[in-house]
T-cell receptor
């Protein structure tokens, strides 16, 4: 079955460093990968989208990559700040279903001052 | 522009009861999707509505149903509630649900089953 996995349940890093989160997918080829941020008690908020024919996308301190050979997406936050602490979710949509999105289980990122 | 609004924010029910949750999408958005989020299973897709029709459905039992009205507002109903239905139920909207469109989420309804 289609599966998307975020390997790290939690990640703790020092302020100012680059946080790198990983998302792997198996048994399908998503056309798009999306990344969301979720704060406690709130709904997810969309951050970035990358298409399968794009290698990299950037937005301010955020960067996402899509490697169809490794079946993997990496999400980077550079110059991390304590305010970046949250759970980050990756999500995919494939060709088989136009609007059915599969979410990863999330990585809880903590940035310590 | 107002965001996605979900009501109520919190709900407590007992086993066997039924519940209806409400979602008002962003103005102009015609696609509304529902998700269940639990610590064990994460965020799982329930179903998507577009133009008052269910267009996609996830792997949930028939006790979970929904509908969409002509103004794009949507409701989700769960009948014969079970303890395992305790979860955060999230609604998300997008302009027309085309593949790859970002989902705009509400802050959810926290449902607790006693």
């Amino acid at each position: 079955s289609q599966k998307i996995e975020q390997n790290s349940e939690a990640l703790n890093i020092q302020e100012g460093k680059t946080a790198t989160l990983t998302c792997n997918y198996t048994n399908y080829s998503p056309a798009y990968l999306q990344w969301y941020r979720q704060d406690p008690g709130r709904g997810p908020v969309f951050l970035l989208l990358i298409r399968e024919n794009e290698k990299e996308k950037r937005k301010e301190r955020l960067k996402v990559t899509f490697d169809t050979t490794l079946k993997q997406s990496l999400f980077h936050i550079t110059a991390s700040q304590p305010a970046d602490s949250a759970t980050y979710l990756c999500a995919s949509t494939g060709y088989s279903s136009a609007s059915k999105i599969i979410f990863g289980s999330g990585t809880r990122l903590s940035i310590r001052p | 522009k107002a965001g996605v609004t979900q009501t109520p924010r919190y709900l407590i029910k007992t086993r066997g009861q039924q519940v209806t949750l409400s979602c008002s999408p962003i103005s102009g958005h015609r696609s509304v999707s529902w998700y269940q989020q639990t610590p064990g299973q994460g965020l799982q897709f329930l179903f998507e509505y577009f133009s008052e029709t269910q267009r996609n459905k996830g792997n949930f039992p028939g006790r979970f149903s929904g509908r969409q009205f002509s103004n794009s507002r949507s409701e989700m109903n769960v009948s014969t509630l079970e303890l395992g239905d305790s979860a955060l139920y999230l609604c998300a909207s997008s302009p027309d649900g085309r593949e790859g469109q970002p989902q705009h989420f509400g802050d959810g309804t926290r449902l607790s089953i006693l």
